[in-house]
């Protein structure tokens, strides 16, 4: 079967058109200092320095849809240094159903890698991200 040139190229073209006016909905867990009203975060990194005292940091969690639930959980893992996850804790918070992104306050202790995880109260996977905190 022959593909005439003419062919090939409007078919690239329409993918191409397509892919770009599409965007990618995802959902996404990211650490800042801050949040706005709008929900956009505020000096957002994937590093935070504390003191030894400890240090608190903001957690948003955006989606491309409503919650649908009154509860989430935030499970806090600790990794080692071979890359290994050990339970840390579970931070549990309290949604609006119809809400697409919120935040929560965490507070940290001990510098070194974290992993969280967020789960709705049905235990369905939402977001997760990796933090380093280290002490200034």
Do not use: H
Not at 24 to 41: I, N, R, T
Not at 63 to 69: C, Q
Not at 74 to 102: A, M, R
């Amino acid at each position: 079967m022959k593909i005439n040139n003419r062919n090939f190229l409007f078919c690239a073209v329409f993918v191409i058109c397509f892919v770009i006016s599409n965007p990618v909905l995802s959902q996404s867990l990211q650490f800042c200092e801050d949040v706005s009203k709008d929900g956009v975060p505020i000096s957002a990194s994937s590093v935070f320095n504390i003191s030894t005292k400890g240090g608190y940091l903001k957690c948003l969690t955006s989606l491309p849809y409503r919650i649908g639930t009154s509860s989430v959980n935030y499970e806090v893992y600790k990794i080692d240094s071979d890359g290994n996850e050990t339970y840390d804790n579970t931070i549990y918070q309290e949604v609006d159903p119809s809400w697409t992104w919120f935040w929560k306050e965490i507070t940290f202790y001990d510098e070194g890698r974290y992993n969280i995880n967020v789960y709705d109260s049905e235990k369905n996977f939402l977001a997760s991200a990796q933090i380093r905190i280290q002490y200034y």
